[in-house]
């Protein structure tokens, strides 16, 4: 992603503050501990192997799970939504 300037698999606070738009796709993340760290978060894009995902009371005002082919719980309320994109996925 290019905000790890000391390539240990961790980034500073001070590199994420700003990020508006994360794009989780074929990043090899195993966690995203400390996510609560992207203050400036309003889009977030997930990859296809996340089965659930949570965040609610946030400020999100997009989200793409369109990839999440996986995902069967989603908990997003009370967030600023004006995009929710699911196409690709099995909605039964």
Known sequence: M???KRI????????ISQVK???LIEKNIANIT???DFTALTTLVVAENITTLSFSGN?????D??????LDRL??????LTSLDERNRNNT
């Open 34 to 36: 400390a996510i609560e």
């Open 21 to 23: 738009t994360l794009k």
């Open 59 to 63: 400020q999100l005002t997009s989200l």
């Open 8 to 15: 240990d698999v961790q980034v500073l606070t001070a590199s």
């Open 2 to 4: 290019g905000l790890d």
């Open 65 to 70: 799970v369109s990839n999440s082919k996986a």
């Open 75 to 80: 908990k997003c309320y009370s967030n600023q």
